[in-house]
């Protein structure tokens, strides 16, 4: 069956350029797009055990006259159809609920601030919390349409690394592009990696679909980032640690969301819980 | 670094996790006082706000202050912490109803002030629906820190609205019988203990901080056989002031809708529309508990038509001020209105037949607001306790069945849902427990997908069609576009029997030919009440699921209704 790709259409050149990745992401992961043409500046997403309100950045309703059009014409672009999303339950009267059993969700860097906040580093906080509480990997696109002709996965050996490197062999899957692994060996040896792929039963993936794993030893990891192509999706796992950690060691994805141009695909904790 | 993670995940506590009721009723305590410190909260701010305005009260331009506190109140709302208005309590419900219970936390906190500034600047409503909201998102939140599952995130919901009434009203069986009778609107016990320890503790947060005070305390009534005969009048009318309100705070928020203004603006119009009624009629400004205690203690000196005509500016000012945004509930002004519907009743009595013996008027006054609350909400329990707990009278506890068991039912006959549930019944959002709509909303197309069914093209010729036949199990086959593989229609055995005997056909028919074009189909994201009902209207046992125009699995009647047993199943044992 079809995977499905949720996408908010913002009726600016910024949505724009958010809509041709999300078309383009469906194209090459053969997944069907379902668009949110949004009404009200403000909508829920109930989840598993969170419920967030989405609040939409006022740009998002920018002409609605000319929205359908605009977002029909670039569909038309791209040869892909899609289905528009009609919200069909009201927590309140302008608070619309949006389903979210999504295989995949697209966002910009932040979906409620100005669009001229978004820069790298930036992630705004109703996005984080998607991330957090869904189980679905989040694509969140480079300000500008990009294609990507390769997949990198970052790989740390967590479980939600794991996770992300489990999607990046759906994607590669799908899509028939190759796929990095990129490890940035801490304490622990090449062995140990090897290890958990062993134990996680992973080998048999590995073989047929990593082309390269780079494991670094030495530099920092920022420096090390600069290895990743600028033209790959970047797949990687996210707050998968507890905030105490990540205040005192940093996020992993924090300083790669930070530091590279590149789209990346994002898997929460609660990304596969639904398939196990 | 192990400890500290553990310490931020309570759920993972072993001591929460002996045994879930011991966790549901230690959840309950923190709830419970959480949403009575909420209550005491709104108390407290209410009776600052109304001792720093009262100065102000004797100005000319006074009846600007409503709509000031109306218009602050949804620019609140709407700007700043970008809440969609409402009443609150349709709200709490159609969470229970439809996502067990989750709720967000900006809930806890925006209802106690927006309902502060509406109904401490004068607009005419009360602060037990926010205090019920509040208390519910307490709760909800709460539950999701311990990762409860959605049944108990729903008893814990209950709790917070539990403790939130109990607190503000001093009343442990109302608040309790209130979050069952109407959020929750199942009677079970593992919904009650938890319940009634967090209106335990809700009232004993109001003792604590505010005194062990009967809100309307008075004398003692005698009430004869008469005043009993008399009461069945006092339900009729109190079922025609429920009926009135409901329809025009309903008529209001239609007409509040289509006018081409900021919310703010609605909310001012509305506010100063009852500061002008204010003018007049003082009684219909703020909660009006004043005028109630005064009504109860028989020391209300307006006569019979200021009374009567009190009524009905009392309905247009709450209509005015919720209908048209302000923040705030209708508990308080049922109260006003029953009150006074029963004083007016008493009078007219008393105008008749002078010569008989009635009750005094503050018992009328008293069984006046059982029967609104009774009528309004259809809950004649919590308009029963409410009134026997806030009054501290049991004497009159015979009249007061009969004026709530009346009054709710004359208004079930005139109105089928109460006002809370009035709009979820319309939209088919409400979705009580072990009802059937509840329990398909649990299921999800998807998850009833049957995959085993073979994918024919519509160029394919009848006899190769018919070897897919001999390997198949099932009648229908789905017919899809060689090019687009967009699904085009179904074949059923049916379809070809007509030709299975002539083997000349083999080869000059295609399936493109005489495949069903007209079949109904199933969407993703279709509800399964409404997929059953079509079923049963058009009298299938399956249809074809199409997503993004292409054929995904079928749905049939057999496996739906297996997986409805099943899951009735996990509901009921819960």
């Known amino acids: 069956m079809d995977a499905q790709l949720f996408h908010?259409?913002?009726?600016?050149?910024?949505?724009?350029?958010?809509?041709?990745?999300?078309?383009?992401?469906?194209?090459?992961?053969?997944?069907?797009?379902?668009?949110?043409?949004?009404?009200?500046?403000?909508?829920?997403?109930?989840?598993?055990?969170?419920?967030?309100?989405?609040?939409?950045?006022?740009?998002?309703?920018?002409?609605?006259?000319?929205?359908?059009?605009?977002?029909?014409?670039?569909?038309?672009?791209?040869?892909?159809?899609?289905?528009?999303?009609?919200?069909?339950?009201?927590?309140?009267?302008?608070?619309?609920?949006?389903?979210?059993?999504?295989?995949?969700?697209?966002?910009?860097?932040?979906?409620?601030?100005?669009?001229?906040?978004?820069?790298?580093?930036?992630?705004?906080?109703?996005?984080?919390?998607?991330?957090?509480?869904?189980?679905?990997?989040?694509?969140?696109?480079?300000?500008?349409?990009?294609?990507?002709?390769?997949?990198?996965?970052?790989?740390?050996?967590?479980?939600?690394?794991?996770?992300?490197?489990?999607?990046?062999?759906?994607?590669?899957?799908?899509?028939?592009?190759?796929?990095?692994?990129?490890?940035?060996?801490?304490?622990?040896?090449?062995?140990?990696?090897?290890?958990?792929?062993?134990?996680?039963?992973?080998?048999?993936?590995?073989?047929?679909?990593?082309?390269?794993?780079?494991?670094?030893?030495?530099?920092?990891?920022?420096?090390?980032?600069?290895?990743?192509?600028?033209?790959?999706?970047?797949?990687?796992?996210?707050?998968?640690?507890?905030?105490?950690?990540?205040?005192?060691?940093?996020?992993?994805?924090?300083?790669?969301?930070?530091?590279?141009?590149?789209?990346?695909?994002?898997?929460?904790?609660?990304?596969?819980?639904?398939?196990? | 670094m192990r400890i500290l993670r553990r310490w931020r995940h309570p759920s993972s506590w072993t001591i929460f996790r002996l045994d879930d009721r011991l966790l549901l009723i230690l959840i309950a305590v923190i709830v419970g006082t959480c949403s009575g410190l909420a209550a005491v909260a709104l108390n407290r701010s209410l009776i600052a706000m109304f001792e720093w305005l009262h100065h102000f009260r004797h100005y000319w331009w006074s009846f600007i202050m409503p709509a000031i506190g109306a218009a602050l109140s949804a620019l609140f709302l709407d700007k700043m912490v970008k809440e969609g208005a409402g009443h609150g309590v349709p709200e709490v419900i159609y969470s229970v109803s439809r996502y067990g219970g989750l709720m967000r936390f900006r809930s806890s906190f925006s209802r106690l002030i927006s309902s502060c500034l509406t109904i401490g600047s004068g607009g005419s409503a009360g602060p037990e629906a926010p205090v019920v909201m509040s208390g519910a998102a307490i709760g909800s939140n709460i539950a999701k820190l311990f990762s409860l599952n959605d049944r108990q995130r729903v008893t814990i919901v209950g709790c917070g609205a539990a403790g939130a009434i109990s607190s503000i009203f001093n009343a442990p069986i109302a608040g309790m019988v209130f979050s069952i009778e109407v959020i929750l609107g199942e009677w079970k016990a593992v919904n009650i203990v938890p319940i009634a320890i967090a209106s335990v503790a809700g009232t004993e947060i109001s003792r604590i901080l505010q005194g062990n005070q009967?809100?309307?305390?008075?004398?003692?009534?005698?009430?004869?056989?008469?005043?009993?005969?008399?009461?069945?009048?006092?339900?009729?009318?109190?079922?025609?002031?429920?009926?009135?309100?409901?329809?025009?705070?309903?008529?209001?928020?239609?007409?509040?809708?289509?006018?081409?203004?900021?919310?703010?603006?609605?909310?001012?119009?509305?506010?100063?529309?009852?500061?002008?009624?204010?003018?007049?009629?003082?009684?219909?400004?703020?909660?009006?508990?004043?005028?109630?205690?005064?009504?109860?203690?028989?020391?209300?000196?307006?006569?019979?038509?200021?009374?009567?005509?009190?009524?009905?500016?009392?309905?247009?000012?709450?209509?005015?001020?919720?209908?048209?945004?302000?923040?705030?509930?209708?508990?308080?002004?049922?109260?006003?209105?029953?009150?006074?519907?029963?004083?007016?009743?008493?009078?007219?009595?008393?105008?008749?037949?002078?010569?008989?013996?009635?009750?005094?008027?503050?018992?009328?006054?008293?069984?006046?607001?059982?029967?609104l609350i009774s009528g309004m909400l259809h809950a004649p329990l919590t308009g029963i306790f409410l009134i026997i707990e806030i009054t501290g009278s049991y004497e009159v506890i015979l009249p007061l069945i009969i004026v709530s068991v009346i009054s709710t039912t004359l208004c079930h006959y005139i109105e089928p849902v109460s006002f809370y549930l009035k709009e979820l019944v319309e939209k088919g959002q409400l979705l009580r427990p072990g009802t059937d709509a509840r329990v398909l909303s649990d299921l999800s197309v998807q998850e009833l997908l049957e995959k085993d069914c073979i994918i024919v093209k519509q160029n394919m010729l009848l006899r190769n069609f018919i070897n897919i036949v001999k390997k198949s199990h099932r009648n229908y086959f789905p017919v899809e576009d060689e090019r687009t593989g967009h699904f085009l229609g179904m074949i059923h055995l049916d379809d070809i029997r007509s030709y299975l005997f002539n083997p000349l056909m083999y080869d000059a028919v295609v399936l493109g030919q005489i495949m069903d074009t007209d079949v109904k189909v199933v969407y993703l994201d279709d509800d399964l009440s409404e997929v059953l009902r079509k079923m049963d209207m058009n009298r299938l046992f399956s249809m074809p699921v199409i997503a993004n125009r292409k054929f995904i699995g079928m749905i049939s009647k057999a496996t739906l209704l297996d997986k409805y047993r099943k899951e009735l199943m996990v509901q009921t044992d819960q």
Not at chain 2, 324 to 335: E, K, N, T
Request: net charge positive; glycine share 10%; aromatic share 10%.
């Open chain 1, 8 to 276: 908010i259409f913002r009726n600016t050149p910024l949505g724009r350029e958010t809509l041709l990745q999300s078309i383009y992401f469906c194209k090459k992961a053969g997944a069907s797009l379902i668009i949110y043409m949004p009404e009200f500046t403000k909508f829920l997403m109930y989840f598993e055990n969170d419920v967030v309100q989405i609040d939409l950045d006022n740009s998002y309703l920018t002409s609605p006259e000319t929205a359908l059009k605009h977002a029909k014409e670039l569909l038309d672009q791209g040869k892909i159809k899609a289905r528009f999303l009609e919200p069909k339950n009201f927590t309140a009267s302008t608070l619309p609920d949006i389903a979210t059993n999504f295989d995949f969700m697209c966002c910009p860097r932040s979906i409620s601030d100005l669009s001229s906040k978004i820069g790298l580093g930036y992630i705004g906080p109703r996005v984080r919390r998607i991330v957090n509480s869904a189980r679905f990997p989040v694509l969140i696109t480079s300000p500008v349409f990009k294609k990507w002709r390769s997949i990198a996965v970052f790989f740390g050996g967590s479980a939600n690394a794991i996770n992300a490197l489990k999607l990046g062999f759906r994607i590669s899957r799908a899509s028939g592009m190759p796929l990095s692994v990129y490890t940035h060996m801490e304490k622990a040896s090449k062995e140990s990696y090897e290890e958990i792929i062993k134990n996680e039963k992973l080998e048999e993936e590995m073989d047929r679909y990593v082309t390269e794993w780079h494991m670094f030893e030495r530099g920092k990891f920022e420096e090390n980032i600069y290895d990743v192509p600028h033209d790959a999706l970047v797949v990687l796992g996210a707050y998968g640690h507890s905030l105490i950690k990540n205040i005192f060691f940093g996020s992993k994805m924090e300083k790669i969301q930070s530091t590279i141009t590149n789209n990346l695909l994002i898997a929460g904790p609660n990304y596969g819980l639904g398939q196990k």
């Open chain 2, 214 to 371: 009967i809100a309307f305390s008075h004398r003692l009534f005698h009430i004869g056989h008469l005043d009993i005969v008399a009461c069945i009048g006092l339900a009729i009318i109190s079922a025609v002031a429920s009926v009135l309100l409901t329809r025009l705070l309903r008529s209001m928020h239609g007409v509040s809708k289509k006018a081409p203004f900021p919310i703010w603006v609605r909310a001012a119009a509305g506010g100063c529309a009852v500061g002008i009624i204010g003018i007049f009629l003082p009684i219909v400004l703020g909660e009006g508990y004043h005028s109630v205690r005064a009504m109860i203690e028989g020391v209300f000196t307006q006569g019979f038509g200021i009374v009567a005509l009190a009524i009905f500016a009392k309905i247009l000012a709450t209509s005015l001020t919720l209908g048209w945004g302000g923040s705030g509930g209708i508990f308080a002004p049922c109260l006003v209105i029953g009150s006074l519907a029963g004083l007016t009743y008493h009078r007219g009595l008393v105008l008749l037949w002078p010569s008989v013996p009635w009750v005094n008027e503050g018992c009328f006054a008293l069984l006046g607001m059982a029967g």
